[in-house]
């Protein structure tokens, strides 16, 4: 793991006065860049080559005389694989450019754990040891830190012989890097029935099935709860509750939209749905419901302050489903930005807006923090 005083010694280098945000270019990065335009700062997209124009033509910047009038993306540089960004001269033109780079799930997914920890010495924004934590099956993953803030989480299933009720089985796709090979089942017969389609489809690994991970199924709508840490203020929460989102799913989405008798007439390929993420939307809560949501930031935040030092810093993703009771189960978490908060861009989410009474994306409040930082010469507090 990179010292943190090692980063702060690249920060003695930087001139903070020409600060540049930087992002890979997937995931949530026009939530990023367009936050950090809106701060003031220029913004800098580390493309892959076939997937690029989304960001060096379609959402590229315009500026007059450094006002922007037009898109987001000031620099992009296009390699041809994402983790290029990890070799000794792309860090150092980031470096170069004064940036502080704010990372996501594809960051960690296509360029590895390992290599974040290890050997990226560009000051990243949040929590750079808490991004192991999203690895589903390694010692010390977020089930065991939910574990450890007391915090409420589906029941395991320790084998598939023991399923009695409706389970989901979570398991990476086999193709589909980012996504999942999910599938639910309600018996051990369906369970090998389901698995055994799934495999001859080549839509899961037999190694993956081996090792996944069956939890029984909370029946209720899923809430994405889109929060954010400031170490950095003194006279108010420090927890912010942004937004809320929620997941539009192939094929899932499809199914539902079909009858019953419907769905059960599909042929072996179409008959179980898939849960890759196409797109999200915006949801608000009940307000009988928000100290819950609040009660359960705070736990989290604690765990990673006593088990991750320094703790979470900035954005978190709390991804909780809802049971008939009203109780709520956290089922996921992502240490960094979420994955729908491009549901705020440039508009922003009735919950951050209301709190900060101006348009207030994830985005924007990650840069604000920064700009913040920087005013307080407190940068080395919120980087790692």
């Given at each position: 793991m990179i010292e943190r005083k090692e980063i702060t010694g690249v920060l003695s280098e930087y001139d903070f006065d020409k600060t540049t945000i930087g992002v890979l270019a997937s995931h949530s990065a026009l939530d990023v860049c367009d936050g950090a335009v809106e701060e003031g700062f220029r913004t800098y997209a580390i493309c892959e080559k076939g997937r690029e124009k989304t960001y060096t033509e379609y959402f590229k910047s315009q500026r007059q005389n450094g006002k922007i009038i037009r898109g987001i993306v000031d620099i992009a540089d296009v390699y041809t694989r994402f983790d290029e960004i990890l070799k000794s001269e792309k860090q150092k033109k980031l470096r170069d450019k004064n940036t502080i780079f704010i990372p996501n799930r594809s960051f960690t997914s296509y360029c590895g754990i390992d290599e974040i920890e290890d050997n990226f010495r560009v000051p990243m924004f949040g929590s750079r040891n808490l991004l192991r934590s999203e690895e589903r099956g390694i010692e010390r993953d977020y089930y065991w830190l939910l574990e450890k803030a007391g915090l409420p989480y589906p029941e395991k299933i320790k084998k598939p012989e023991d399923i009695d009720s409706l389970v989901m089985v979570k398991l990476p796709h086999a193709v589909k890097k980012l996504e999942r090979g999910f599938f639910t089942a309600a018996s051990f017969s369906e369970f090998k029935q389901k698995s055994e389609a799934l495999l001859r489809q080549g839509v899961i690994t037999q190694e993956a099935l081996l090792g996944a991970r069956i939890e029984?199924?909370?029946?209720?709508?899923?809430?994405?709860?889109?929060?954010?840490?400031?170490?950095?203020?003194e006279k108010m929460s420090r927890i912010e509750l942004l937004g809320i989102d929620w997941r539009f799913e192939t094929s899932l989405d499809g199914h539902v939209r079909l009858p019953a008798p419907q769905q059960l007439t599909l042929n072996e390929r179409q008959l179980v749905p898939e849960y890759t993420v196409c797109g999200h939307n915006c949801a608000t809560l009940r307000e009988s419901l928000l100290e819950d949501v609040f009660e359960l930031a705070e736990k989290y935040v604690k765990a990673t302050q006593r088990y991750y030092k320094?703790?979470?810093?900035?954005p978190f993703c709390l991804q909780t489903c809802v049971d008939k009771d009203l109780n709520f189960y956290v089922y996921d978490v992502a240490p960094r930005v979420g994955g729908g908060t491009n549901v705020h861009v440039?508009?922003?989410?009735?919950?951050?807006?209301?709190?900060?009474?101006k348009p207030m994306s994830t985005g924007r409040r990650v840069a604000m923090e920064i700009r913040r930082a920087i005013e307080q010469e407190r940068v080395e507090e919120i980087v790692t």
């Open positions: 029984r199924y909370i029946i209720g709508p899923v809430f994405n709860l889109d929060m954010f840490y400031s170490p950095i203020e320094p703790g979470i810093i900035g440039s508009v922003g989410h009735p919950y951050g807006n209301t709190l900060w009474r």
